[in-house]
């Protein structure tokens, strides 16, 4: 079982900048990628940003060039760093967790608790 905790939600102005980490604890395996999703009032949940443990990014389009995915894999933990805020960015931000051993199959999946990002115009 993976325990994540996230933090650095908040509200900003537009234009501001905020940084979301989400750190993993308990039990997990060696390959591990991780990624943040967001889920604004009345819409599907989205993906934003995700790493995998080669440390490839990848980004919605909407976010490219103003957020950027990194992980510390010695302190277990991924962060979000989002600049240039839009109103429109405002959503919970979920962190998302997956981990599986070499060469298996199965992929165990964790999401954290949630955060609030609120923009305000």
């Known amino acids: 079982q993976v325990q994540l905790a996230e933090s650095g939600g908040g509200f900003v102005q537009a234009g501001g900048s905020l940084r979301l980490s989400c750190a993993a604890s308990?039990?997990?395996?060696?390959?591990?990628?991780m990624g943040w999703y967001r889920q604004a009032p009345g819409k599907q949940r989205e993906l934003v940003a995700a790493?995998?443990?080669?440390?490839?990014?990848n980004y919605a389009d909407s976010v490219k060039g103003r957020f950027t995915i990194t992980r510390d894999n010695a302190k277990n933990t991924v962060y979000l760093q989002m600049n240039s805020l839009a109103p429109e960015d405002t959503a919970v931000y979920y962190c998302k967790w997956e981990t599986r051993r070499p060469g298996s199959s199965i992929i165990y999946t964790y999401w954290g608790q949630g955060t609030q990002v609120t923009v305000s115009s």
């Open positions: 790493i995998t443990s080669g440390e490839n990014p």
């Open positions: 308990g039990r997990r395996f060696s390959i591990n990628d």
